[in-house]
């Protein structure tokens, strides 16, 4: 069955760097599409960035623009998400999911994500 895992959350103070991974196994990782989004208490579950399954294609959310950045190693069936210059509202879960569709395209819906981890803890604190 598909799974993914994400790893690399911790505690760090404003302006330090993160690198999250995400394995993914049990579908033909370079024939999808992948997000990372997260979700702070008491708000929803928001994009933040996606690649293309090949290709190196990318989006993120405008205000992680310039400070994130998501790639991927279809050999390691894994998307990693390096966050630079992490700021207090960078508090959350963040999760990485794979797209419904096997598709060139790139999604910022939840909604178009059928495969989701379990979410690793990014914690921004002076």
């Known amino acids: 069955q598909v799974q993914l895992v994400e790893s690399g959350g911790g505690l760090v103070r404003p302006g330090d760097s993160l690198r999250l991974s995400c394995v993914g196994s049990?579908?033909?990782?370079?024939?999808?599409?992948m997000g990372w989004f997260r979700q702070a208490p008491g708000k929803e579950r928001e994009f933040v960035a996606s690649i293309a399954r090949v290709g190196g294609y990318t989006n993120y959310k405008d205000s992680v623009k310039g400070r994130f950045t998501v790639s991927r190693d279809n050999w390691k069936n894994t998307v990693y998400l390096q966050l630079n210059d992490l700021k207090l509202e960078d508090t959350a879960t963040y999760y990485c999911?794979?797209?419904?569709?096997?598709?060139?395209?790139?999604?910022?819906?939840?909604?178009?994500?059928?495969?989701w981890g379990q979410g690793t803890q990014v914690t921004v604190s002076s």
């Open positions: 999911a794979r797209a419904t569709l096997a598709s060139s395209r790139q999604f910022q819906d939840a909604k178009d994500y059928a495969y």
């Open positions: 049990g579908f033909t990782y370079n024939s999808y599409s």
